[in-house]
């Protein structure tokens, strides 16, 4: 049994995990011999010093920095109609907290196996202030997705669902497993083939079309890339259709432009007033706190948008993986100076 916002979370999580393999990371799928992990009822779980924890998206980054054990990735995705709040931060932190310490002598056991783990919530929509300001403080990482343009066809696609197409209504929890749902959606965006989820989904009497919708809208879209602002904070990068890692790698730097709706980072003969398609590389949302550090009445002026850009956007470090999908990258995009300098000269004059 499972209400609709559980199964579109589960969605949510699937497609993001299928897109961090560009950004080096490798899908946790069984236990295997990983003495830090152990099969539960409902799936993987994560043991800690504690307790164990059932976490669904487990994600290894493939490369272990020096002097740090291999990173491990516990990621969560939330899909609700209202605002994330405090309460899903604090289980991640406790979460967090617990795992970290798993290696601390039990029983007389020392661990063999250690990892340096990372929390990241992903949301369909924004976080409550006291939840982002909690999750800044404990070092977990918030990433919404409401404003991300090229990302938006899959949030989209997910939000369409609901109880009918499960022969349910807006009252019954729905009878579905949803760990061999899960299975089932993460064969079929690692294979490619919509036939594993479609036929899955018939076979329990539903509705199959919206979830060929959203399989499309999730292999249209073939890639995304984290970066960090400023070595601060997370972002996550939705490529435009026209993108090409080349571009970048030719040359690294760029501009950011707002349009009152999106983010966006452009080419650096790309004019913000005037954005053709093809100028474009990434769209992003940027975290909440971010904007409303800089931002009065929701509103960004044009001195305190260039000032954002100037103090937090001026580098924006990614890892992707090369073209022959063997070796990974890493690139440090730079904010055309030369170009902030001419806005801030236009606008000092118009202020005049």
């Known amino acids: 049994m499972a209400t609709i916002y559980a199964i579109k979370g589960l969605l949510l999580e699937e497609v993001l995990l299928n897109l ?9 799928n069984d236990v295997n011999n990983d003495a830090t992990l152990k099969q539960g009822h409902s799936g993987i ?35 609700y109609s209202s605002k ?3 309460d899903i931060i604090r289980n991640a932190v406790g979460v967090l907290k617990d795992v970290d310490e798993y290696w601390v002598t039990n029983n007389n056991e020392i661990s063999k196996q250690r990892f340096h783990y990372q929390y990241a919530v992903f949301s369909s929509s924004s976080f409550t202030n006291p939840a982002q300001r909690y999750a800044f403080a404990q070092d977990i990482y918030l990433i919404k997705l409401e404003n991300n343009k ?10 369409n669902l609901e109880y009918q197409d499960f022969n349910g209504t807006s009252n019954d929890n729905i009878i579905i497993n949803l760990s061999e749902l899960r299975t089932k959606v993460r064969e079929s965006l690692k294979h490619q083939s919509q036939s ?9 009497g539903f509705s199959s079309n919206k979830f060929n919708t959203l399989y499309e809208a999730s292999t249209t879209l073939n890639s995304s890339f984290l970066g960090m602002l400023g070595q601060r904070f997370p972002v996550f990068l939705t490529p435009s259709p026209t993108f090409d890692i080349i571009d ?3 040359n690294p730097t760029i501009r950011i432009c707002w349009d009152d709706d999106y983010w966006y980072i452009v080419k650096n003969n790309a004019n913000c007033r005037l954005l053709e398609e093809d100028d474009i590389l990434f769209s992003f949302d940027l975290p909440d706190e971010l904007f409303n550090l800089y931002a009065d009445n929701n509103m960004l002026t044009q001195h305190k948008a260039l000032n954002l850009k100037e103090e937090l956007m001026s580098t924006i470090q990614i890892i992707f993986k090369n ?11 730079k ?18």
């Open 20 to 28: 961090l393999k560009e950004s080096g990371y490798s899908i946790v």
């Open 45 to 79: 779980e994560v043991k800690g010093r504690g307790w164990n924890h059932q976490i669904d998206a487990i994600a290894d980054f493939i490369m272990t920095p020096p002097f740090s054990y291999p990173v491990r990735l516990l990621l969560e995705a939330k899909f």
């Open 84 to 86: 994330v709040g405090i």
């Open 150 to 159: 090229y990302f938006l066809p899959i949030v989209n696609s997910i939000r």
């Open 196 to 204: 594993i989820l479609s036929t899955y989904i018939t076979s329990k």
């Open 248 to 250: 970048l790698i030719n």
């Open 323 to 333: 073209a022959d999908q063997s070796i990974m990258s890493s690139l440090e995009l």
């Open 335 to 352: 904010l055309d100076n030369q170009w902030l300098e001419n806005i801030r000269e236009h606008i000092n004059t118009e202020d005049r």
